[in-house]
C-alpha cells in the first residue's frame, strides 16, 4: 500500500489517492456546497471538511442587492436632473440681458429645487440601509 516517491515525502506534495463513490444526486449536492464557498475545486473543499479544517461559505444578502438596486436607480434620476440643471446653467450664460433670462432663472430655480429634493431622497435611503445594516 505504501508505494509513495521518497522525493514527493519530502517536499509535501500530496501522494495519496482517495477515491470515492457518489450517486448522482449526492454529487450535485456536493457541487452545490462546493459553489457557495471560496473553494476552486471539490478537492480543496472536500479537504478541508475531511480534516476538520473551517470552510468560508458565501453568502447573499438579498436586502443589500435591493438597496443597491434602488441607489442605482436614485443616481441615475440625480445624474439626469444634474444634466438637465447644467444644460440650463449654460444657456442661462448665453443669454443677453434683454432676452427670456426670467424663464431661464425660473426653470433652473425649479430644477435646483428638484435637484435638492433628489438629494434628500439619497439622504433618507442611505439612513434607512445604514439603520437596517447595523
Aim: glycine share 2%; hydrophobic share 40%.
Amino acid at each position: 500500500m505504501e508505494n509513495i516517491d521518497s522525493n514527493a515525502k519530502l517536499s509535501g506534495q500530496r501522494s495519496y489517492r482517495i477515491n470515492l463513490r457518489l450517486t448522482e444526486a449526492e454529487f450535485k449536492k456536493l457541487a452545490a456546497a462546493v459553489n457557495q464557498t471560496l473553494h476552486k475545486s471539490l478537492s480543496s473543499y472536500a479537504r478541508k471538511l475531511l480534516l476538520g479544517k473551517p470552510v468560508t461559505i458565501l453568502t447573499r444578502d438579498e436586502s443589500k442587492d435591493k438597496a443597491i438596486y434602488e441607489l442605482s436607480l436614485i443616481r441615475a434620476e440625480l445624474s439626469a436632473v444634474a444634466n438637465n440643471f447644467n444644460q440650463v446653467v449654460k444657456r442661462i450664460h448665453r443669454l443677453d440681458l434683454a432676452g427670456n433670462k426670467n424663464y431661464w432663472l425660473v426653470t433652473c430655480t425649479r430644477l435646483q429645487k428638484e435637484l435638492l429634493e433628489k438629494i434628500d431622497s439619497i439622504q433618507q435611503h442611505i439612513s434607512k440601509m445604514s439603520k437596517q445594516w447595523s
